[in-house]
């Protein structure tokens, strides 16, 4: 098992790979990457634990270690600054990637996996997610938002469900993008675990 988070690089456009020279944590689950960006020469890594940045993909450091019951799963460029967010409630800003303003959202019991924007909206998708079933909760019963969007740079948040209905199931957004006009989603249901794909305009 790794001893700290596994960051591989490619100088020759992925032909080969090899290990980063360093990379911060303990070692633990929440110490893995979950999402990497590249914006204005810095390369920005979320965990389950924190943020962690590098100017070249070697070496990294981390910014800031998230609070206890909060884990980060998703980091996303709105065009006007990095927006990351997971679990606990918190969405995370930031404008040059080093300096962090956690604001609370209206959902406590989504963890969110994906993000997306168009450069007036940005949208967070996500669900469950099986690691709740693993910590004692009932699953699947949950009917909630399944999605949040902002229009104002994650400061307000409204919510919405992405797959109609809240009675419609248990379904984890993994993914979302912005293209084509469109939003799309790609996720699962989580009792069939039927893989789905959702789009709005």
Same mark, same amino acid.
């Given at each position: 098992a790794p001893t700290v988070p596994q960051v591989m690089i490619s100088g020759d456009r992925g032909d080969t790979w090899q290990d980063a020279d360093s990379s911060p944590g303990?070692?633990?689950a929440f110490d893995l990457?979950?999402?990497?960006i590249y914006r204005? !020469?810095?390369f920005v890594g979320v965990t389950g634990s924190g943020i962690q940045v590098s100017s070249d993909g070697n070496t990294w450091n981390e910014i800031i270690d998230v609070p206890e019951g909060v884990a980060l799963d998703t980091i996303?460029?709105?065009g006007a600054q990095l927006v990351?967010? !997971?679990s606990g409630a918190v969405v995370l800003t930031s404008f040059d990637g080093y300096n962090w303003t956690g604001t609370q959202t209206p959902v406590?019991?989504?963890r969110y996996f994906s993000a997306a924007g168009n450069g007036s909206k940005l949208v967070l998708g996500g669900g469950w997610g099986p690691y709740l079933c693993l910590q004692g909760y009932t699953c699947p019963t949950f009917k909630g938002p399944h999605g949040m969007s902002s229009t104002d740079g994650g400061v307000t948040w409204d919510v919405f469900n992405i797959v109609g209905s809240f009675e419609d199931g248990s379904y984890d957004s993994l993914g979302l993008a912005w293209g084509n006009d469109r939003f799309v989603s790609v996720g699962r249901f989580i009792e069939s675990g039927e893989g789905t794909i959702?789009?709005?305009d």
């Open positions: 303990s070692g633990g990457f979950e999402d990497l204005d !020469g810095l996303v460029d709105d990351a967010a !997971g406590e019991r989504v959702f789009t709005v």
